[in-house]
Every structure is written in C-alpha cells, then in structure tokens.
C-alpha cells in the first residue's frame, strides 16, 4: 500500500474522534454504574473491563474506514483527547489510555498487513486491543493481586466487551454506512 495519509483522511479520522470522545464521556456513566453495582459484591473493578470496548471503537472503525497505517492509533488516540478535553472524569490519564488502547487497534491491522478488511480483522484489533489493554491494567490498576481465578475472569470480560463493540458493533456500522452510501468500501472478505 503506497496511500498515505492526506487532509481528506485525518479530517475524516477526525470526526470519528470527536464524535467517539463525546460517546467516551457519556458511557463515564454507565462505568460508574456498573462500579457502584459491582462495588458491593468484590466485583467492582470488573466495570473497567465490561465498558472497555465502548472505549476502544474509534479506533477499529478510524482504520477500516481509511485503511492506512496508523489510522487505527490516530483514531483512538484523538477520541481519547477529545474525551480529556471534553472533561472526562479520569482528565489526562485519558492521553496514556487512548495511547495503549491506540497501540492495541492498530496491532491488529497490523498482523494483517493492511491487506484484509472484515471480520477477521476487526477480531484480530479486538483481541491485540484486549492483550495490550489488559497488560497495562494488569500493573496500572493492580490486577496483578488479583487471585488466577479473578485475572482469568477480568481478561475474558475485557475480550467479551472487545468483541461485542469494537468488532460487532463496530462492522455494523460499517454495514450500515455503506448501505447508506454515506462510504464506499471496497471489503476484502477474511
């Protein structure tokens, strides 16, 4: 792939940001949410790992939409920044966050040499989002004192929450911009 990155395709990665920050904000919510329900019975950090695909979707959709490298990370990164300046309740912790989570969506265009858009791809950016999310959160939130049983637990939730928003939800948007016409994708099936 020879493209790079032009004014129309960081404009475009750029709405998506915006508008995925906002959605960041909002969810703040639901996290909050899920932390006070949770809180009661031990659980209460597992609401970290249940909004964290919520968190992650600019990303996958910024990188098959443009379809060049670094467009997943730019995607990410910029929502995350949105999300700081839109006051966000972590406020620049949101920068490092949008960072990693950046890093871990385009990991998975990666590994496919930006040669395959679809399914297979999104689970491939779903699941290096997971790991690369799950590492820093490992030492950042202290899962490492998590018991095996909990450590087990936090990771397939993070990688459900993954898989349900960064790669479902997110190719049914996809679908559902080009059935729009709003964008016109030229799928390479995986």
């Known amino acids: 792939m020879n493209r790079k990155l032009h004014v129309k395709d960081i404009i475009l ?3 998506i940001a915006i508008i995925f920050g906002f959605i960041y904000v909002a969810s ?6 899920l932390t006070l329900a949770l809180t009661p019975i031990g659980y209460g950090p597992l609401a970290n790992d249940i909004t964290m695909g919520i968190w992650c979707m600019a990303g996958p959709l910024a990188g098959f939409i443009v379809r060049l490298p670094g467009a997943a990370f730019l995607g990410e990164f910029l929502g995350a ?4 300046f839109a006051m966000a309740q972590w406020g620049a912790a949101n920068f490092l966050s949008g960072f990693i989570q950046g890093l871990g969506n385009e990991l998975g265009f990666t590994l496919t ?10 689970f491939l950016s779903a699941t290096t989002t997971t790991i690369v ?5 490992f030492f950042k939130n202290g899962y490492n004192q998590f018991s095996i049983f909990n450590m087990i637990l ?9 898989l349900i928003f960064t790669c479902v939800l997110v190719k049914l948007i996809i679908n ?12 390479t099936q995986d």
């Open 81 to 84: 920044c949105v999300e700081t």
């Open 13 to 15: 990665i750029t709405l």
């Open 113 to 122: 040499g930006y040669k395959h858009y679809g399914w297979f791809t999104l």
């Open 28 to 33: 703040d919510n639901i996290y909050n949410f």
């Open 154 to 162: 936090y990771f397939v939730v993070r990688w459900a929450s993954m």
């Open 133 to 137: 999310t799950y590492l820093y959160d």
């Open 176 to 187: 559902l911009l080009e059935r729009a016409h709003v964008i016109n994708l030229q799928t």
